[in-house]
């Protein structure tokens, strides 16, 4: 029998592991070194961490040279997974989440969480819901046997669709949710965190395969940022949950409650993109990677804009933590459901 596992890396399969003792060890230096979280903080632009900064670019970089945009050429000849997976990522994910969010944290959990503090819950909720997953969708197709090729379209599209896209629906959700954004901030977040590390993502591959071809990009070249991406992440982590030591220790009841509907959101989306996929007789290896996107989330951007939009002591940023802390544990799980309903798509080519 097959590992369900094989193919992902040491730090990707134990991510879950990873963050919680990232958020001890910030915890513990929060709590018992208070003057590391506040040197950390002396460091700001325009509300901006720069040693956070500078770690969220080591997360997003290396994703984004993984997108081949030279494939958007070959869209047309079998759209219909596409168009399921924009619709899904775009005109229903973020606005689900939104709902089930808001609905646990002001009626289900009123009694648990202060108004205030379900705001900013609900805000990191929809930072996560507007920002569908480009990185980590590559290790789910890969073991639901997903098609690559259709894969890397489906990312390349989605990074396309969040440069137009995530702005306008962050500001009109978190403006229906009272909060007040200036467009300004929010615009240069996915500037710093999208537009330039994609722009240089693309011209390090191109300029990479030019030298030195395609096969040593993909087999030795971008694999040397594996673990600098994880690395990133974990130290984000840990500076966050530093400056978070104080909340999360008067609160740490919050961590499950946010994770509640979040997890619910994540089973939802991925029924709403696999489910129609069948529908319309897709193949399970353009539908797995269809119903993965949508449930999974861009969470590294989710938390740059929180950390840049309110700081990183805030609670919204520790709302878009908590994904990170459900993301592989519950991807997991859907890896195992798409792998057991193989039997509900027409039978794969072999050729």
């Known amino acids: 029998m097959e590992n369900k596992l094989e193919g992902i890396g040491f730090f990707e399969k134990y991510l879950t592991v990873w963050v919680m003792l990232c958020m001890f060890a910030g915890i513990a230096i929060g709590v018992f070194l208070p003057e590391v979280p506040r040197f950390l903080s002396k460091f700001e632009y325009a509300h901006v961490s720069i040693p956070i900064a500078i770690l969220i670019w080591l ?129 240069l977040s996915v500037v710093l965190f999208v537009v330039i590390p994609l722009a240089g993502g693309v011209l390090t591959r191109r300029g990479v395969i030019k030298r030195k071809g395609e096969e040593y990009f993909n087999t030795k070249f971008i694999t040397k940022f594996n673990n600098i991406t994880i690395g990133g992440l974990l130290l984000t982590l840990v500076i966050i949950f530093s400056f978070q030591g104080k909340v999360i220790l008067s609160n740490p009841f919050h961590i499950l409650l946010i994770a509640v509907p979040l997890t619910i959101q994540t089973f939802l989306i991925f029924f709403v993109s696999y489910l129609p996929c069948r529908s319309l007789k897709l193949r399970h290896s353009i539908a797995a990677p269809a119903g993965m996107i949508g449930a999974s989330n861009f969470f590294e951007l989710s938390v740059a804009v929180a950390i840049s939009l309110f700081g990183p002591t805030s609670p919204v940023a520790l709302a878009t933590i908590v994904g990170v802390l459900v993301e592989v544990p519950v991807m997991l799980t859907l890896v195992d459901i798409a792998n057991r309903t193989k039997h509900w798509f027409p039978e794969e080519k072999r050729g």
């Open 59 to 187: 997360m997003i970089y290396p994703m984004m040279m993984k997108v081949d945009f030279e494939s958007i050429k070959n869209v047309g000849k079998n759209p219909k997974g596409l168009f399921v997976t924009w619709v899904a990522n775009w005109l229903i994910k973020p606005f689900t989440m939104y709902a089930i969010a808001w609905f646990f944290f002001f009626v289900v959990f009123k009694q648990f969480i202060p108004e205030d503090l379900a705001k900013d819950y609900l805000a990191g909720a929809i930072l996560l819901g507007a920002a569908p997953c480009t990185a980590m969708v590559f290790v789910w197709s890969h073991l639901t046997k997903g098609d690559p090729a259709y894969t890397v379209v489906q990312v390349a599209t989605n990074d396309l669709i969040i440069l137009v896209a995530f702005t306008p629906i962050v500001a009109l959700l978190l403006g229906i949710s009272g909060i007040t954004i200036p467009w300004n901030t929010l615009l």
